[in-house]
T-cell receptor, first 115, second 112 residues
Framework: DAGVIQSPRHEVTEMGQEVTLRCKPISGHNSLFWYRQTMMRGLELLIYFNNNVPIDDSGMPEDRFSAKMPNASFSTLKIQPSEPRDSAVYFC?????????????FGPGTRLTVT | GNSVTQMEGPVTLSEEAFLTINCTYTATGYPSLFWYVQYPGEGLQLLLKATKADDKGSNKGFEATYRKETTSFHLEKGSVQVSDSAVYFCALIKAAGNKLTFGGGTRVLVKP
């Protein structure tokens, strides 16, 4: 199994630019999660999808952030316009809803730097 | 609401020392409990889990026991190695939910 795949692994962009992060969950998993990790705030859940439908987006910081899951094998997290305070590592994770322990499998992350 | 509290780091140890990282939780119902590990520059990996009271999760020499009476899930390893240097996260999921609640993470540094 290839695991959760994220791209790009590193992104450096200038303030005001649009940034798109991509995620391919593990085949057969029906839940997908986007997290953000910073030194100051630790791990934060931004949004999660179940069967491609957004279930909880209460962690999305503001309207500049949007996430989509057009099909079971692909999701995007978009920031427009980006700001320096968005610099963080963004993780995607997937799981199978309905299993006993709801294990989540994390991707390697995208390190975003906004200058 | 649900919450997880774990000891703040960094924890610095010598190789072959005993490691304990305390974790306590607050949750209604019967959550499943997890320890995740994050090695430098990588994503989180599931280390071990326990789904009901008195269950013991174990993996790679690490152990943690689900203690409902003390709402705790402390992580232990009898003899750490330099390769165990990482950040460790305690987490829970409620049985009826789908969201992981993480603790703040504990950085462990093992010196040779």
């Amino acid at each position: 199994d290839a695991g959760v795949i994220q791209s790009p692994r590193h992104e450096v962009t200038e303030m005001g630019q649009e940034v798109t992060l991509r995620c391919k969950p593990i085949s057969g998993h029906n839940s997908l999660f986007w997290y953000r990790q910073t030194m100051m705030r630790g791990l934060e859940l931004l949004i999660y999808f179940n069967n491609n439908v957004p279930i909880d987006d209460s962690g999305m910081p503001e309207d500049r952030f949007s996430a989509k899951m057009p099909n079971a094998s692909f999701s995007t997290l978009k920031i427009q316009p980006s700001e320096p305070r968005d610099s963080a590592v963004y993780f995607c994770a997937s799981s199978i809803t309905g299993t006993v322990a709801y294990e989540q499998y994390f991707g390697p992350g995208t390190r975003l730097t906004v200058t | 609401g649900n919450s997880v509290t774990q000891m703040e780091g960094p924890v610095t140890l010598s190789e072959e020392a005993f490691l304990t990282i305390n974790c306590t939780y607050t949750a209604t119902g019967y959550p499943s409990l997890f320890w995740y590990v994050q090695y430098p520059g990588e994503g989180l990996q599931l280390l071990l889990k326990a789904t009901k009271a008195d269950d013991k999760g174990s993996n790679k020499g690490f152990e943690a026991t689900y203690r409902k009476e003390t709402t705790s899930f402390h992580l232990e390893k009898g003899s750490v190695q330099v390769s165990d240097s990482a950040v460790y996260f305690c987490a829970l999921i409620k049985a009826a939910g789908n969201k992981l609640t993480f603790g703040g993470g504990t950085r462990v540094l093992v010196k040779p």
